[in-house]
């Protein structure tokens, strides 16, 4: 499982027009990728990390300030480019594994009581961010 994190002052996410998840405060913006042999046991692990990731200001995490997260899921994170120019997906999880195990880090992150907006899965969509910083970083497990 892989995330890009991106601490932000703002971020949204748009389908057909309509926005479907939405943070107006900071907080984190989590591009969610999951690789074909990821398993459910990485759930719990991936959603204590985004929500201990101590990258917000003072090196606060939303544990601790409450702040948002966007989730949002992202096969293209495991777009293999070492050869040619044209991405290869074969380490991506397809849909019927991925989607619940991303749903999963997403259910896990309320369970611990984060305040968390989500992308709707498998759909095209439009994110918008304004990243704070800019404070990025990449979390694998």
């Given at each position: 499982m892989r995330a890009v994190v991106a601490r932000v002052t703002q971020a949204s996410v748009t389908v057909d027009d309509l926005v479907v998840g939405e943070i107006t405060e900071p907080g984190l913006l989590v591009l969610l990728g999951v690789r074909v042999d990821d398993d459910a046991a990485m759930v719990p692990v991936m959603a204590r990390k985004l929500h201990e990731l101590r990258i917000l200001t003072g090196e606060e995490s939303c544990a601790t300030t409450g702040a948002p997260l966007l989730v949002v899921s992202q096969f293209t994170l495991y777009g293999e480019t070492r050869k040619g120019r044209r991405p290869s997906w074969t380490a991506a999880a397809?849909?019927?594994?991925?989607?619940?195990?991303?749903?999963?880090?997403?259910?896990?992150?309320?369970?611990?009581?984060?305040?968390?907006?989500?992308?709707?899965?498998g759909a095209m969509m439009s994110v918008r961010s304004v990243n704070d910083g800019p404070f990025t970083v990449l979390v694998e497990l």
């Open positions: 397809r849909p019927e594994h991925a989607e619940p195990l991303i749903e999963g880090v997403v259910r896990e992150l309320r369970q611990k009581g984060a305040r968390v907006e989500t992308g709707r899965f």
